[in-house]
């Protein structure tokens, strides 16, 4: 179907609308999938075509898939043609007598409405069930925190600032470690002749390295950002220019960090358990402004991790200062009082160290 729509794309005629069934004659194993895994691939072909000629900047003219690229199909479920039995753990797809073995993620409620099977280029099978249920949320639990200030960083992932103290939260140990494994596979994939069984071997395991990464990276920003979300009533964060940093020399860090993603998850997971997510003005200047007494420190430079306010002499870290800036948005100018003699009096084990002198070298970060 697509070499024939291809076709007449490059003739300028009209582009065929013809349906599986034509084929079958001509192409007998289509009679052994079931006839919807067809029919939905010559929907998505048909909405491929028309996102192309509705917007063919942002959508390219679909093309041929590679073989070692992911490869999927999707059937529906018509009379339980799909189902799944929890107690044997075996997975019943159309067309198949007997259910297939697989590892089961969660139970689940609800109407089975498709599956999706699909092939990594690492040589895993995977099967995504659509499920229609009544509540599809997690629970909306209380939130303990009434605001949330986040600093971005670049030599932890983000330090934070609640009612409770501040705290920072470290890249996790097993990515750094998976980062530097994809490093060496990298290295030894480009260094074996190209086409060679060798070759092949080492792009298998980069494949699967790539995998591990993407899934641990997700896994971490998911977890991350719900416990966040249950946390904490107002979240709020920088309005960093993503996009902007990304074609300066920070982009690899960043990049790496998913921060994008996670800024993306931190504002659909508010919206759908009630809280505020909050982005400050790009121009706000949280890391230079003393949380203490609000001075403003214009020579603050981007390599100066603390920092001394020659207006009340509070040593700063840089990250903490920021993050405390970014929670006293967050908690409202009316209640600032309150917050900061709470956070002073240090009634947490997070909390902020006492006024330290600028005589003192340097300051101790408090770690969560
Ligand atoms: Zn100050």
Redesign the pocket.
Known sequence: MLEKKLYAYKKKEQIPRDTPAKYKDKFPFLKEVDSFALCNVQLQLQKAFKDHFRNRKQFKIPKFKKKRDKQSYTTNNVHNSIRVDFEKVLLYLPKLKEGVEIELHRRFDGKIKSVTVSRTNDGKYFASILVKTENPRNKVVEPKSKAFGMDLGLEHFVTVTNDFGNYKVEHPRYLRRGEERLKRLQKSFSKKQKGSKNSEKARLSLDRQHAYITNARNDFLHKLSKAIIDENQVVVVEDINVKGLLKTRLAKSIADSGWSKFLNYLKYKAEWYGRTFIQVDRFFPSSKL?H??G?KNEDLALHDRTWC?P??G?THDRDVNASINLYFVGIGRSERGTVEQALVDDRSPHGIPKKPSCNEVGISTTKG
Do not use: M, N, P, V
């Open positions: 003393c203490r007494c001075y306010c207006s009340c509070e």
